[in-house]
């Protein structure tokens, strides 16, 4: 059964079409506007409906009803001017939330300032966790919840495996607070009890501060060399 929230993307570059056609796929009414006919186009199957227009001009989002929608997604961050005026005629025109795409941290501040509710900057993001998961020798996935605090997922070393969470303590000695264990692609035990033994091949996916995470990280290259 479809979901009652309904979005509007617009812009439908490769962050945009990939945001777009994800909420299609679990459910959600999604209309796509993008004035490229090509993208818009290549997006036909992955929209509820998608239209070429110009999203700049006010009286085109009007006609559309954008402003009946309850989300609107701004994927333009890399024409400044249109993105700012876009997010600008999205809470105008009464859009509850607006997200919008930043090419950097002034353009981000010019969004939020005309009313942006939640910016993203995806390629920024994106080096982050690559970066993080480089240098942090075992850590598979890294998620900046803040710019102090991270989830991350970590595969067990042998020093690890065939122990309990009860026995790794990580809490206690790391300030690390183990939120899952993931066996397999399928099979996630989530607030795992701490008498739960780590197997080879487990993930563990876990919270703390960047520099707790480090510190643990730290401690485990030490135990394996």
């Known amino acids: 059964m479809p979901n009652d929230k309904e979005f509007v993307v617009i812009g439908l570059g490769r962050f945009g079409s990939n945001v777009a056609g994800s909420l299609y796929r679990m459910g959600y009414s999604v209309l796509g506007i993008d004035s490229d006919e090509t993208r818009v186009q290549r997006n036909v199957d992955h929209c509820t409906h998608v239209v070429e227009a110009d999203a700049t001009d006010e009286h085109t989002l009007r006609s559309l009803g954008v ?19 876009v997010t600008l005629l999205l809470k105008e025109l009464g859009v509850s939330e607006v997200i919008s795409k930043a090419s ?15 910016i993203v900057f995806p390629e920024r993001d994106m080096g982050l966790r690559l970066a993080n998961s480089l240098a942090l020798d075992n850590v598979v996935d890294y998620l900046e919840i803040t710019p102090d605090v991270s989830i991350v997922e970590i595969t067990t070393t042998p020093s690890m ?4 969470l009860r026995q790794l303590d990580v809490r206690a ?28 091949g487990d993930i563990l996916i876990a919270l703390g501060s960047n520099e707790a995470v480090r510190k643990w990280q ?7 060399s």
């Open 218 to 224: 730290h401690f485990q290259n030490k135990e394996r």
């Open 104 to 118: 950097s941290d002034i353009h981000g501040k010019l969004l939020r300032r005309v009313g942006a509710d939640r």
């Open 67 to 85: 402003g009946d929608f309850e989300v609107g997604i701004v994927s333009i961050g890399n024409h400044l001017e249109a993105s700012i005026l």
């Open 161 to 164: 495996q065939g122990k309990t």
């Open 173 to 200: 000695r790391f300030d690390v607070n183990v939120l899952a264990i993931r066996s397999s692609a399928e099979h996630v035990e989530v607030s795992p009890s701490p008498d739960d033994p780590i197997n080879e």
